[in-house]
């Protein structure tokens, strides 16, 4: 069963727009994982938040952690034509070898 | 490094048929990951091994059988292939998982079933 669940589903912006990802988890984690999947290819790991921590940037993403409301943002700033792709959230809860992943969001960016 | 490889990128089957997916990774990984994609499902862990000669169970495991005889290569097996199992497959490797490090994934591999 899926841990984390992406919102909204789709999002589709101009080139230079932010675009915002949020991702809902169930129970308690030890990170949280963010990757990237152009279409008809594997995954590209993008970032991983501890539990621990709050906030964390590269380059023009931004990610936050909210452990209290169980919940994760992906912000891409200056959005590109080639950022289009699906976004997905990924967890690994207390105790467990094993990533479980969300549904995705899948982002298109209009040049 | 040419990082995780699958073989074959797209196969056709016919029901009932057989087949074996490999999946191999050359960043000396300990752990390996099978998952299959389905639209609107995500990704779901079939198996996968946390070390050389182990193997060990996933969220949707029935009807696929694994190996990992080799620390680089881990194996996805359908014995008898149901249309249910046309998904695009993915293997993934990770240095270590005791605290969900990133995993690296494969191209993929289409499988359809008919």
């Known amino acids: 069963s899926q841990q984390g669940e992406e919102d909204p589903q789709a999002l589709s912006i101009q080139e230079g727009e932010n675009a915002t990802m949020n991702c809902s988890y169930k129970t308690s984690i030890n990170n949280l994982q963010w990757y990237r999947q152009n279409s008809g290819r594997g995954l590209v790991h993008l970032i991983l938040?501890?539990?621990?921590?709050r906030e964390k940037h590269s380059g023009r993403l931004r990610v936050t952690l909210d452990t209290s409301k169980k919940s994760s943002s992906l912000l891409i700033t200056a959005s590109r034509a080639a950022d289009t792709a699906s976004y997905f959230c990924a967890t690994v809860q207390g105790g467990s070898e094993k990533l479980v992943f969300g549904k995705g969001t899948k982002l298109t960016v209009n040049p | 490094n040419a990082g995780v490889t699958q073989t074959p990128k797209f196969r056709v089957l016919k029901t009932g048929q057989s087949m074996t997916l490999l999946c191999a990774q050359d960043m000396n990984h300990e752990y390996m990951y099978w998952y299959r994609q389905d639209p609107g499902m995500g990704l779901r862990l079939i198996h996968y091994?946390?070390?050389?000669?182990?193997?060990a169970k996933g969220e949707v495991p029935d009807g696929y059988n694994v190996s990992r005889l080799k620390k680089q290569n881990f194996l996805l097996g359908l014995e008898s292939a149901a249309p249910s199992q046309t998904s695009v497959y993915f293997c993934?490797?990770?240095?270590?998982?005791?605290?969900?490090?990133?995993?690296?994934f494969g191209p993929g591999t289409r499988l359809l079933v008919l």
């Open positions: 938040i501890r539990s621990n921590e």
């Open positions: 993934a490797s990770s240095d270590a998982s005791y605290s969900g490090e990133t995993q690296y």
């Open positions: 091994s946390v070390g050389e000669g182990t193997t």
